[in-house]
């Protein structure tokens, strides 16, 4: 008798929700997608060692799909952030809130 594999829908939901949350700041997405895949790679290797006895590997696989999806988009929006904070701020700005607002300001008036 086959049975589900454990945390497929825990798999899912933290990748999904890794996609959903990259736009805060990129780190608590980061880390639910990193779970997730941590998750989805012990849980396939629990399919692997007794295939006959589990269903639903497609399901972990598409969580995997979606948490790698989610860690690009993660990354991707941290090095945005990065990227707006030296060329757009300027690293001298962030020790100065009130420069910082300036030249955001600016930046944000001049679009």
Known sequence: MEQKLP???AII??????????WCYGVLGLLLAIVALVLASKTTKVYNANPENYSDI???KTG???AIIGLVLNILFMAF???FIITIVGLD???????MRERVEEYMSNR
């Open 7 to 9: 945390n497929t829908g």
């Open 13 to 22: 939901g933290l990748s999904i929700a890794s996609i959903l949350l990259c």
């Open 58 to 60: 497609g399901s972990v």
């Open 64 to 66: 995997k799909i979606l």
């Open 81 to 83: 952030i990065a990227w």
């Open 93 to 99: 700005a962030l020790q100065d809130e009130e420069l």
